[in-house]
């Protein structure tokens, strides 16, 4: 089954610097999004992004975050300068157009620990 | 998006039938009905979703109220890999693919 993979699972980084989530969605999917998870919390809404552009964002999504799609496959979530809050599971899901945008499928996470 | 109601959590036995409820008495006409999953230290993970007709697919059932207000996610047979968090999310089709997450039903498995 087609699925959606994350790099890093894991990373630690020290309060200031920047981080770059990766993820790589399902090879049709055409909607990308982040969403995140402080521990033992809810999963919350970052952004979503279709046709190169941002069509949705949260009010989490500041100036110190911003998404790109380099090339045909990668999706990445940038945070410019990390802060202790920041420490949270990154998730990235996919779905596809139409009746499939309803399905959105989930990667297995990136744990960012902001010392 | 609309708000739903769930209970923070609910205990089954193994290979006995579960039912999950979700109040949405203020769902709106456009609104979709989702449930997800989230298994521990995994990302959510689809489950079932519907609008206004009950719902069948290989993972679970989904029983949807006459009037809307309140549904029903119903695994036939729980296993202990189905001991996760439920969520049942509204999402307005003619708005975007965002879903809002709420705290969810924690489903705790005996064997």
């Known amino acids: 089954e087609p699925e959606v993979t994350q790099t890093p699972s894991h990373q630690v980084t020290q309060m200031g610097q920047e981080v770059i989530l990766r993820c790589v969605p399902i090879?049709?999917?055409?909607?990308f999004y982040w969403y995140r998870q402080i521990l033992g919390q809810k999963v919350e809404f970052l952004v979503s992004?279709?046709?190169?552009?941002?069509?949705?964002k949260s009010e989490i999504f500041d100036d110190q975050f911003s998404v790109e799609r380099p090339d045909g496959s990668n999706f990445t979530l940038k945070i410019r300068s990390t802060k202790l809050e920041d420490s949270a599971m990154y998730f990235c899901?996919?779905?596809?157009?139409?009746?499939?945008?309803?399905?959105?499928?989930f990667g297995a996470g990136s744990r960012l620990t902001v010392l | 998006d609309a708000k739903t109601t769930q209970p923070n959590s609910m205990e089954s036995n193994e290979e006995e039938p579960v039912h999950l409820p979700c109040n949405h008495s203020?769902?709106?006409?456009?609104?979709?009905i989702h449930w997800y999953r989230q298994l521990p230290s995994q990302g959510p993970e689809y489950v079932i979703h519907?609008?206004?007709s009950n719902v069948n697919n290989r993972m679970a059932s989904l029983a949807i109220a006459e009037d809307r207000k309140s549904s029903t996610l119903i695994l036939h047979r729980a296993t202990l890999r189905d001991a996760a968090v439920y969520y049942c999310?509204?999402?307005?089709?003619?708005?975007?693919?965002?879903?809002?997450f709420g705290g969810g039903t924690r489903l705790m498995v005996k064997p």
């Open positions: 519907g609008l206004t």
């Open positions: 899901a996919s779905s596809a157009t139409g009746v499939g945008a309803n399905v959105l499928t």
């Open positions: 090879s049709n999917h055409l909607y």
């Open positions: 992004f279709y046709n190169n552009e941002i069509s949705e």
């Open positions: 999310i509204l999402r307005d089709r003619n708005a975007g693919n965002m879903l809002t």
């Open positions: 203020t769902i709106s006409g456009t609104d979709y």
